[in-house]
C-alpha cells in the first residue's frame, strides 16, 4: 500500500498570512540561513510553528531550502501578502505534486501521496463528495490507520475551503457536508500558459512542438490541475493561441502546438500583469 506523504504540516494549517512571514525572511539577506529557534524568533510563528509553516512554503513552490524560488521572488514582489487569486492558483499548481514537485510523474498517482492522489485521481472521479467518501476512498490505498488518513485528508480540504488559505481559487466549495469540485473562476491565460510551460518543460524538455492530443490528455497535466474537461481546455488553448502563447496547426491532422514561449517566468510576469 501507498504512503501518504503529507505529514509536513504537523497540526498547523495553510495560512497565506503565516507564509508571507517565511518568504518575507526568505527575501532578506540572510535569507533562512537560521536555526529554527533564530527563524522562529525573526518571523514570531513559534519554535513548534515555524518549520511546518516554512514547509507549506516549500510545497507551494515558493521556496527552495534556504532562497525563494525565481517564483516566490515574483510573488514576493507583487504579492507580497498573497493576496492576488493568481498567488492562490500558483501555490495549488505546487501543492498538487506533493513533494515530488516537477519530476517525471509516477505510475499511479498515490504513489507520490495524498495530496497528488486527491487532484489527479480522486477529483476527475468524484465531483460532488463527503469527507466520509475521500477517506473510504483513501483508506482503501494508503497504509496510515483511518483516523490519522482522516486527519491528513482534513488539511487537504482545509487549504480550498478556508478563506485565510485558497479558498477564493474556486478549486473546491463546500456546501454543509458535501465538497463540491471545480467551481473555479480561472479566466487568466497567462498563468495557464506558465502551467503549461511547466509541464511541457516536464513531459516534453525543449520539443518545440507537441501533438494536441497529448496536451489534451496529458497525464497528471493541465485538465486535472485546473478542474476542467478537455473541450474546456481546447478552449483555454484556443484563447492562448490569441495571445500567442501557442501556435495551432491544425490544417493536417493529427493537430499540433507549437510553443511561442522562451522562458515559463515570462508568463508568469505576465499573468501577475494582467491580473
Known sequence: MARLEMHFNGTFALKREEVSRILKAASEEKALDDTLKDLADRTSLGGPKVGKIKSWAERSGLVKGKHLTSEGELVWKLDPYLELYITYWLMHFYLSFGSKGLQKPPNQTYDWGGWSYFVYSFLPQNKVFTATDLLNSGG???????????????????????????????????????????????????????????LWERDFGATTSVLTHDILNQKMGLAPVLGVDASTLQRYLNEMGTLEIIEHRRTVSPAQIIRRWDDPMTLLEKAYANQ
Do not use: P
Open 140 to 198: 482503501a490505498i494508503f497504509e496510515e490507520k483511518s483516523d490519522v488518513i482522516s486527519q491528513r485528508f482534513s488539511f487537504i480540504l482545509r487549504a480550498y475551503t478556508e478563506s485565510q488559505a485558497l479558498a477564493s481559487c474556486g478549486f473546491l466549495t463546500k456546501q454543509g457536508e458535501k465538497y463540491y469540485a471545480y467551481n473555479n473562476n480561472l479566466d487568466n491565460y497567462y498563468l495557464i500558459g506558465y502551467f503549461l510551460a511547466k
